[in-house]
């Protein structure tokens, strides 16, 4: 998958489905192109660039602001759209299981589905997550450690 960084007047004039849209706030905007299906985000900050993953093969994660995103793009459809609590960060797969990094608090999803399995919350700002056998290590800003069994 590909995202072509466009301008305001494409990304009003494209027919494409929008994924991510914020009239009010959204200054930077692209496409997400892959095989024959296109759609489009738009975003607040020029500063930062959208995190796309893929998953799967054919279908890809995205996340940028408090939006995130799965995209199959075999069947061409949004599988799932999620306004987050806080600022996305990153995402990570690990055996069976998304994770859904943000600023405060990390979403376990079980890929299998996308449903979502236990909401950790964090005591300051994420800055890592690691895996070890069964095993969770979040690490904050702050230098404060969380291990949970997976």
Not at 29 to 46: M, Q
Not at 113 to 120: A, G, H, R
Request: glycine fraction near 2%; aromatic fraction near 12%; include cysteine.
């Amino acid at each position: 998958m590909i995202i072509n960084s466009i301008d305001k007047i494409r990304f009003m004039e494209s027919d494409s489905k929008a994924v991510f849209y914020n009239q009010e706030t959204n200054s930077s905007f692209g496409e997400l192109v892959h095989n024959n299906f296109t759609c489009k985000i738009g975003w607040n900050s020029s500063l930062i660039a959208p995190k796309i993953l893929e998953i799967e093969s054919n279908i890809y994660s995205i996340g940028i602001d408090q939006n995130f995103a799965v995209i199959d793009f075999n069947s061409n459809e949004i599988i799932l759209n999620v306004e987050l609590p806080y600022f996305f960060y990153d995402t990570k797969i690990y055996k069976e299981r998304m994770y859904i990094c943000m600023e405060l608090e990390i979403l376990v999803l079980d890929k299998s589905n996308y449903s979502i399995l236990k909401e950790i919350p964090l005591p300051d700002f994420y800055e890592e997550i690691n895996f070890e056998d069964n095993l969770e290590i979040i690490t904050c800003v702050d230098g404060s450690i969380i291990k949970n069994n997976i």
